[in-house]
């Protein structure tokens, strides 16, 4: 397990949520959290619209685009730590002692792989500050967050509340059982309600898997409840979370069970699109 969380902020309306989780994560946990926001590839002018100009005029339009992109890309710069300096006030306010922030060019993913080595999960927000509301559009960014981090993600939802029950998906496979061990062994878990659900046709060995899931939790000092539900797990998964009583969702996100393959491909993304909890996703 890491010693410290990261937290990926991108100015949007979900970055006030991503700090306020982290901030809660972490003083449950005792980590320190690292703040990173990234300028992707979109936040980098590149302006050329001299092809057909003129040579006379050409390079004083060169020289003007060359200045325009020069003070943009200073703004996003300035912006970038206007976001930081915020994160790291929600932070503080929010009981956490040692925050460090870091402003960062490239690809997120690229970036993201260089401090993860030692965080013990990433916090982010459903949707970023490019994705389409109308459209309830989750950011690319999200997904390809999750299908590379080899640490847990914690996905903010738009508000922030106290988790006090979680709902583990349970399928048996190794991404639930890490999930299990996790949620054992970290602080983060100690006095919170929690329910294990294994959705679909109940067999013998579903049902071994359970109670050996059950009784690690139970191990742990956890209040922990465990039972089989038949049918389809997104739609079972949905009316429990609607239903509400549940603060999280945690489930594995990779694999070729039914239910971690609802991460891959378009039921990943309505699967965390209509969750208004926050979800944590294990591979």
Same mark, same amino acid.
């Given at each position: 397990?890491?010693?410290?969380?990261?937290?990926?902020?991108?100015?949007?309306?979900?970055? /006030?949520?991503?700090?306020?989780?982290?901030?809660?994560?972490? %003083?449950?946990?005792?980590?320190?959290?690292?703040?990173?926001? =990234?300028?992707? *590839? %979109?936040?980098?002018?590149?302006?050329?619209?001299?092809?057909?100009?003129?040579?006379?005029?050409? +390079?004083?339009?060169?020289?003007?685009?060359?200045?325009?992109?020069?003070?943009?890309?200073?703004?996003?710069?300035?912006?970038? *730590?206007?976001?930081?300096?915020?994160?790291?006030?929600?932070?503080?306010?929010?009981?956490?002692?040692?925050? #460090?922030?870091?402003?960062?060019?490239?690809?997120?993913?690229?970036?993201?792989?260089?401090? @993860?080595?030692?965080?013990?999960?990433?916090?982010?927000? /459903? *949707?970023? !500050?490019?994705?389409?509301?109308? $459209?309830?559009?989750?950011?690319?960014?999200?997904?390809?967050?999750?299908? +590379? #981090?080899?640490?847990?993600?914690?996905?903010?939802?738009?508000?922030?509340?106290?988790?006090? +029950?979680?709902? =583990?998906?349970?399928?048996?496979?190794? +991404?639930?059982?890490?999930?299990?061990?996790?949620?054992?062994?970290?602080?983060?878990?100690?006095?919170?309600?929690?329910?294990?659900?294994?959705?679909?046709?109940?067999?013998? !060995?579903?049902?071994? $898997?359970? @109670?050996?899931?059950?009784?690690?939790?139970?191990?742990?000092?956890?209040?922990?409840?465990?039972?089989?539900?038949?049918?389809?797990?997104?739609? =079972?998964?949905?009316?429990?979370? !609607?239903?509400?009583?549940?603060?999280?969702? =945690?489930?594995?996100?990779?694999?070729? #069970?039914?239910?971690?393959?609802?991460?891959?491909?378009?039921?990943? #993304?309505?699967?965390? *699109?209509?969750?208004?909890?926050?979800?944590?996703?294990?591979?």
């Amino acid at each position: 397990m890491g010693n410290k969380l990261v937290a990926l902020v991108d100015g949007s309306i979900y970055s /006030k949520s991503v700090c306020e989780n982290a901030a809660w994560l972490a %003083r449950r946990a005792g980590t320190p959290v690292e703040v990173l926001h =990234v300028l992707g *590839r %979109r936040d980098v002018p590149v302006t050329d619209l001299s092809g057909s100009i003129a040579l006379g005029a050409r +390079s004083a339009l060169l020289a003007d685009l060359a200045e325009l992109d020069e003070r943009r890309a200073k703004l996003s710069q300035q912006k970038g *730590r206007a976001i930081l300096e915020d994160a790291k006030a929600i932070l503080t306010e929010g009981g956490v002692a040692d925050v #460090s922030t870091r402003l960062m060019n490239g690809d997120i993913v690229e970036t993201l792989g260089d401090f @993860e080595a030692d965080a013990e999960l990433i916090v982010i927000g /459903k *949707r970023g !500050e490019g994705a389409d509301f109308a $459209k309830m559009h989750l950011g690319s960014n999200l997904e390809r967050v999750v299908r +590379s #981090s080899k640490r847990p993600v914690f996905v903010a939802a738009r508000g922030f509340s106290e988790i006090g +029950s979680v709902l =583990v998906a349970f399928d048996g496979g190794p +991404s639930a059982m890490k999930a299990v061990d996790y949620i054992a062994t970290s602080p983060v878990f100690a006095g919170v309600s929690i329910r294990l659900l294994t959705v679909g046709n109940e067999s013998a !060995e579903a049902a071994a $898997k359970l @109670e050996s899931a059950r009784a690690r939790l139970a191990a742990a000092r956890l209040d922990v409840t465990a039972g089989i539900q038949p049918g389809q797990p997104e739609t =079972v998964i949905a009316d429990i979370v !609607e239903q509400g009583g549940v603060d999280l969702l =945690v489930m594995g996100a990779y694999g070729h #069970s039914r239910i971690r393959s609802l991460f891959i491909g378009s039921t990943t #993304s309505e699967m965390i *699109r209509s969750c208004k909890i926050p979800v944590l996703l294990f591979r």
